[in-house]
């Protein structure tokens, strides 16, 4: 079985740092291209940022040179690294191997 259960979010005031995981079973999670989605209230589901097995990223520009995605291979774990947080950066934060598995989000919620 096939799971990924995003953690991290919380309420965060603009300008400020979190870090998200999300923790994989039930896939080779060393091959599996990983990526952070995010959907905010009345929005699309909007691609944030991907990293392939060999750790290449890619960013929306909306978040490059403030996001970082990485993974940890050892601990089946993919994070994101978001820093110089902003209140339209407020969305479920959705974790996904491939887009062909996805985790229940969690919320992020930036605002002073």
């Known amino acids: 079985q096939v799971q990924l259960v995003e953690s991290g979010g919380v309420l965060v005031q603009p300008g400020g740092s979190l870090r998200l995981s999300c923790a994989v079973s039930?896939?080779?999670?060393?091959?599996?291209?990983m990526g952070w989605y995010r959907q905010a209230p009345g929005n699309e589901r909007e691609l944030v940022a991907s990293?392939?097995?060999?750790?290449?990223?890619d960013y929306a520009d909306s978040v490059k040179g403030r996001f970082t995605i990485s993974r940890d291979n050892a601990k089946n774990t993919v994070y994101l690294q978001m820093n110089s947080l902003k209140p339209e950066d407020t969305a479920v934060y959705y974790c996904?191997?491939?887009?062909?598995?996805w985790g229940k989000g969690t919320l992020v919620t930036v605002a002073s």
């Open positions: 996904t191997s491939s887009r062909n598995y």
């Open positions: 990293i392939t097995r060999g750790g290449r990223t």
């Open positions: 039930g896939i080779i999670f060393s091959i599996a291209k």
